[in-house]
């Protein structure tokens, strides 16, 4: 099944959630006139969602949600919408694996492991690891990476240095979060990671972080 993200402006998974359960998504004015596999017009037809499991961290939260699948009628391939707010193949939200490093780079202490600090200051139910954060740390780094070139659209991404070791792309993480806090005016924050996540979705159409199925192959998301 083909991946593909459904940019929307709710604030987060959880008023997605609410949304399909109501049946006030147009899913028809969402998609447009044109099937997104082989271009004929309205050659598609909605197919029964499928259930996957979202979590937020601050505060926890984990709830099976649905999530929106169709088919081609040319050529018999089904797509899906995930939120842009999910990653795909992975639980908890986009801002909440940000704001969770964003943490770790704030409780660093010298000779000290930011991940591991992060990790006993999240919600205990969360059962969020230090190893879990070096996984989210290098998902982040690489989809951060990717997104660059889009990034720097209209932002002024020049503080921003590829990281070489843990605490060097913590800090990475940090300055393009705080790229997108000056455009608002505030703090890095959920805030400034919703725009970073809303001004790169908005643009390419593309997951931030993680790969979609059909890009996968070999690659580990």
């Known amino acids: 099944m083909i991946q593909l993200s459904y940019v ?13 359960q109501l049946g006030s998504i147009p899913w028809e004015a969402v998609l447009g006139p044109q099937c997104p596999i082989c271009g004929g017009r309205a050659d598609f037809r909605p197919i029964p969602p499928y259930q ?12 099976w949600i649905e999530v929106a699948r169709f088919q081609c009628r040319s050529t018999g391939r089904t797509f899906s919408l995930l939120p842009c707010q999910l990653v795909p ?5 986009v801002d909440s694996m940000l704001v969770a490093l964003l943490l770790a780079a704030e409780l660093r202490t010298p000779g ?13 139910d969360a059962g969020v690891s230090p190893w879990l954060l070096c996984c989210w740390l290098r998902l982040a780094v690489r989809g951060l990476r990717r997104a660059h070139a889009v990034l720097r659209q209209g932002h002024d991404l020049s503080d921003v240095r590829s990281g070489t070791d843990r605490e060097g ?12 806090a000056q455009r608002g005016r505030g703090p890095p924050g ?13 643009r390419s159409g593309h ?8 890009q996968r192959g070999s690659q580990c998301a």
Do not use: C, D, M
């Not at 996957?52 to 709830?63: M, V």
């Open 169 to 180: 792309q913590l800090t990475e993480i940090t300055r393009y979060v705080a790229a997108f």
């Open 112 to 124: 000290g492991s930011g991940l591991t600090r992060a990790a006993t200051a999240l919600p205990a």
């Open 89 to 93: 193949y992975h639980r908890y939200t």
């Open 8 to 20: 929307n402006a709710f604030p987060s998974i959880w008023e997605y959630h609410n949304a399909f």
């Open 52 to 63: 996957r499991l979202a979590a937020t961290l601050i505060p926890y939260r984990r709830e």
């Open 190 to 202: 959920p805030r400034a990671v919703g725009r970073l996540l809303k001004h790169y979705q908005h």
């Open 207 to 214: 997951f931030l972080l993680g790969t979609a199925s059909q």
